[in-house]
């Protein structure tokens, strides 16, 4: 779609060449949802796929090792990368892709940082990296950084942590948690629509310990977690019942907590619980 609104596009080498924010800015990479529809509040475009930020890194050097993702990453890298067979996780980076049902024009231009930052209800990558204890790197136009966790980030629909002119520079995961068996759940009245629940478990079997995450069927992803043996879900399942559901013309809050339940107690079966 053709934005009529904008004044100006900007294509900065690099961060540094940006030494101010104006109101009604916005930042672009793959812009595959900015051009999806009209953004009348928008003026200026500031164009960062030229930056380099698309990598995918492992560094076991430091200690525990991390995954980086750069923010400019296009899904279709996470699906695409030589991945080592031990890292099962990401078969749930897959799953959130897949999610999407996106066309592959979209698989390879929208972004990771930008399905992040987008910060929509039911996006499909923000559970995962809760899941998997994420912390996202943010920078600003000052040059500092700062680190926040993935379970942070997000604190409503549209909401995130991000000030004006702060971007999400990298995704960083531990390497051990790629080892975590990951089950992605989604419900939707079709795979096309928008989904009315997420469920995402990511489960430790040699800790014993399992995160799951809520999403969808909740404005931001909401991490569960509970330190004591792994019998049943019936912890799980009981500690959303007075929880805030969306309700909206799609779905009552009720009909999506009951949802949200079940794709919970498949979660716990399909880890053999």
């Not at 090792?65 to 890292?87: M, N, Q, R």
């Not at 310990?209 to 792994?230: G, Q």
Request: charged fraction near 20%; charge should be negative; glycine fraction near 6%.
């Amino acid at each position: 779609m053709d934005l009529h609104n904008i004044d100006n596009y900007l294509r900065p080498t690099d961060i540094n060449k940006v030494t101010a924010w104006g109101k009604n800015w916005s930042w672009l990479a793959g812009g595959t949802w900015l051009f999806s529809e009209p953004q009348p509040d928008v003026k200026t475009l500031v164009d960062i796929q030229a930056w380099g930020w698309d990598e995918i890194e492992v560094n076991s050097s430091s200690e525990g090792g991390l995954l980086t993702i750069g923010a400019t990453c296009p899904l279709i890298k996470l699906l695409k990368h030589p991945w080592l067979s031990e890292y099962i996780a990401v078969e749930g980076f897959k799953a959130a892709i897949s999610a999407l049902a996106a066309s592959l024009k979209v698989v390879n231009m929208a972004t990771v940082g930008g399905n992040i930052c987008l910060a929509l209800s039911v996006g499909t990558l923000a559970p995962m990296m809760v899941a998997l204890d994420a912390s996202y790197e943010i920078w600003n136009l000052q040059g500092k950084s700062r680190i926040v966790a993935a379970k942070d980030f997000q604190i409503a629909s549209r909401h995130t942590v991000l000030q004006s002119g702060e971007l999400l520079r990298r995704v960083l995961i531990p390497v051990e948690h790629l080892k975590w068996q990951v089950d992605y759940k989604r419900f939707g009245m079709a795979a096309s629509d928008p989904a009315l629940a997420i469920v995402v478990g990511a489960y430790n079997e040699i800790a014993n310990k399992m995160r799951l995450v809520i999403a969808a069927s909740v404005v931001a992803p909401v991490l569960l977690e509970f330190d004591h043996n792994l019998d049943s879900s019936l912890d799980y399942i009981t500690s959303v019942e007075n929880m805030d559901f969306i309700e909206d013309a799609r779905a009552i809050a009720i009909y999506r907590r009951q949802v949200t339940q079940v794709l919970i107690k498949r979660c716990f079966n399909n880890f053999g619980f």
